[in-house]
């Protein structure tokens, strides 16, 4: 088990301050392209449209960093506690609700989408968090559309033990749940067709519908803090990568 003051430790002395790059990479089609590492295309589905490998500061015109209030108006989202460090992106959320989130500005109603993610044991009133939302990002509590596809939510679970998944779509709301140690590398990952959508946990199925969303969806990463909720405290979410293909009907 990873302890707090490790993750402390080594998170502060391996990051860098995220900051934006003025460069915007390759575009096609408008679209923003963003390179991608060799041996990642999928059988069905081919080479990403988008990749985030978190190698280097982020490009302003791929990403959407939270400047705002929290979760349901708790605390605030604050770029200062979002950071890249040895592949990684670490989001930090202190024990008074300082906290991160972001968003890609690519958007595509269906695909896959892929993060591999690790978390740290830490406050339960936070909820790591991987999700599509309706086009724009997740900055805002409400889904304009009623539309949201969580393939990660963490729900007062302070040692990461139990992962959840939440389709929200046509008003009704349906779930998954898996014990997973999530202190470990995990790679989560989500299908929405038109057929429905299904979810995968270390490429295993975990979750699957018949339903599905219709709207351009944004891929988000947050550390959403419900104080009261949960022991308190501080959390952290560490990112390898996120990986974005589209349909292959388009």
Not at 22 to 32: I, K, L, Q, V
Not at 47 to 64: G, I, K, N, R, S
Not at 115 to 127: D, F, K, M, T, V
Request: hydrophobic residues 35%.
């Amino acid at each position: 088990m990873i302890t707090r003051m490790f993750v402390r430790t080594a998170a502060l002395a391996a990051v860098l301050t995220l900051a934006v790059s003025s460069a915007a990479f390759a575009r096609e089609n408008g679209t923003a392209v963003s390179p991608c590492p060799s041996g990642v295309a999928l059988e069905g589905w081919g080479e990403p449209a988008f990749c985030e490998e978190f190698e280097t500061v982020l490009d302003p015109a791929e990403w959407v960093l939270y400047d705002s209030p929290g979760h349901a108006g708790n605390g605030i989202r604050s770029p200062g506690q979002a950071f890249i460090g040895g592949g990684s992106l670490f989001l930090y959320g202190t024990a008074d609700g300082t906290t991160a989130g972001m968003a890609t500005r690519y958007s595509q109603p269906y695909g896959r989408w892929e993060a591999r993610i690790r978390l740290y044991p830490g406050a339960g009133s936070y909820h790591p968090v991987a999700l599509l939302w309706p086009d724009g990002g997740g900055g805002n509590v409400r889904s304009a559309t009623g539309e949201e596809i969580d393939y990660l939510e963490v729900i007062d679970d302070p040692e990461r033990q139990r992962a959840n998944f939440f389709l929200h779509v046509g008003g009704r709301q349906e779930q998954a749940h898996a014990n997973v140690d999530m202190t470990q590398w995990h790679t989560y990952a989500v299908e929405n067709t038109p057929d429905g959508v299904v979810g995968y946990l270390d490429g295993r199925e975990w979750f699957r519908s018949s339903q599905h969303t219709t709207s351009p969806m944004s891929a988000t990463l947050q550390l959403d803090w419900f104080p009261g909720e949960g022991t308190p405290g501080e959390a952290w979410m560490e990112v390898d990568y996120l990986r974005i293909y589209r349909s292959p009907a388009g």
